[in-house]
């Protein structure tokens, strides 16, 4: 029953420096999502995927690039990073949506926590 | 532009205290989905209900229960007989309804943070 994975827990990085959020699922979801979630606030949409393949912007991409080779990952990478990036990131799958069916809700992973200083 | 406004920073109740928790979206579409999720100490985003803007009846799941009201736009949550397990950061979502070849773009309120006291 692992779901959603995301890996490192925590991380703190210092300016400048790279990074890659990993995220895997096993449920076999077309779709997988980031989202960051800064403090006090709600999360908001970096990328999405719905597919092996294809990717998408959402609402907040800057800084940030993503790849989809596979259905189960969908890592997300930090280039250089900075101090606006310090925030607490979740990955996020579902199967196909629109279809009507009761099983279109979001797993979310249990989040990292990242500090750029 | 989606909007969701909940307007309650932080509530504190005593156990077994019912709970409601306000939710007031703005849209521009005329289908949407609605959603509620719980964010206990523990970080992790926990799913507790999509509601689709087509389907006015309110929902009961437990001590958990829903009031969508189309014409206020809004959506609140009742929690009955609170319990000190309740106590977390909840957050109400808006989505338009995807296309088979689209996905859901959520708008996240900025949480409401219940404690419950024992």
């Known amino acids: 029953n692992a779901g959603v994975t995301q890996t490192p827990k925590f991380r703190i990085l210092k300016i400048g420096q790279s990074m890659t959020l990993q995220c895997t699922q096993d449920m076999n979801h077309n779709y997988m999502y980031w989202y960051r979630q800064d403090p006090g606030m709600g999360l908001k949409l970096i990328y999405y995927s719905v597919g092996a393949g294809i990717t998408d912007k959402g609402e907040v991409p800057n800084g940030y690039n993503v790849s989809r080779s596979t259905t189960e990952d969908f890592p997300l990478r930090l280039e250089l990073a900075a101090p606006s990036q310090t925030s607490v990131y979740f990955c996020a799958s579902s199967y196909l949506p629109g279809t009507g069916t009761t099983n279109e809700k979001l797993f979310f992973g249990s989040g990292t926590q990242l500090s750029v200083l | 532009a989606q909007k969701v406004t909940q307007a309650q920073t932080e509530i504190s109740v005593v156990e077994k205290e019912d709970v409601t928790l306000d939710c007031v979206y703005e849209t521009r579409d005329t289908t949407y989905y609605l959603f509620w999720y719980k964010q206990p100490p523990s970080g992790e985003l926990v799913f507790l209900i999509r509601?689709?803007?087509?389907?006015?009846q309110n929902e009961i799941s437990g001590r958990y229960s829903w009031n969508f009201q189309k014409s206020t736009s809004s959506f609140n949550f009742t929690i009955t007989a609170s319990q000190v397990v309740d106590s977390a950061v909840y957050f109400c979502?808006?989505?338009?309804?995807?296309?088979?070849?689209?996905?859901?773009?959520?708008?996240f309120g900025k949480g409401t943070k219940l404690s419950v006291i024992p």
């Open positions: 979502a808006l989505s338009e309804i995807p296309s088979l070849a689209g996905s859901y773009q959520l708008t």
């Open positions: 509601r689709n803007s087509f389907d006015e």
